[in-house]
């Protein structure tokens, strides 16, 4: 099991911006191809971003293209989702996992993954 951790949501106003963290537990996060997930209230899961282990590719849902932007760091063995001109419906509670070794697959955003961590809230109100 590849454990992840998030970090780094809270409340913001429309327009804002948060920085979150993923963070690994057990394993080297540097390997993997990371993926970031958000459920809105009521609503499923759905991919938001994904990178690669190196970091020459990365992935973003439309609706996120042009305000996130995903990273890493890989000597400290994190990955980040930097989220600016946040909107209403980007509230809900953010997930990170290791979806692959190295490359991120094309169908990432539609695996079923048998495994979710806690998140991390966002809340973007005025």
């Known amino acids: 099991q590849l454990r992840t951790v998030e970090s780094g949501g809270g409340l913001v106003q429309p327009g804002g911006s948060l920085k979150l963290s993923c963070t690994a537990s057990?394993?080297?996060?540097?390997?993997?191809?990371v993926g970031w997930f958000h459920q809105a209230p009521g609503k499923e899961r759905e991919g938001v971003s994904c990178?690669?282990?190196?970091?020459?590719?990365?992935n973003y849902a439309d609706s996120v293209k042009g305000r996130f932007t995903v990273s890493r760091d890989n000597a400290k063995n994190t990955v980040y989702l930097q989220m600016n001109s946040l909107k209403p419906e980007d509230t809900g509670i953010y997930y990170c996992?290791?979806?692959?070794?190295?490359?991120?697959?094309?169908?990432?955003?539609?695996?079923?993954?048998?495994?979710w961590g806690q998140g991390t809230q966002v809340t973007v109100s005025s």
């Open positions: 996992l290791a979806v692959a070794p190295a490359f991120c697959p094309t169908n990432w955003d539609r695996i079923a993954y048998d495994y």
């Open positions: 990178i690669s282990s190196s970091t020459t590719k990365t």
């Open positions: 057990g394993f080297t996060l540097d390997y993997y191809a």
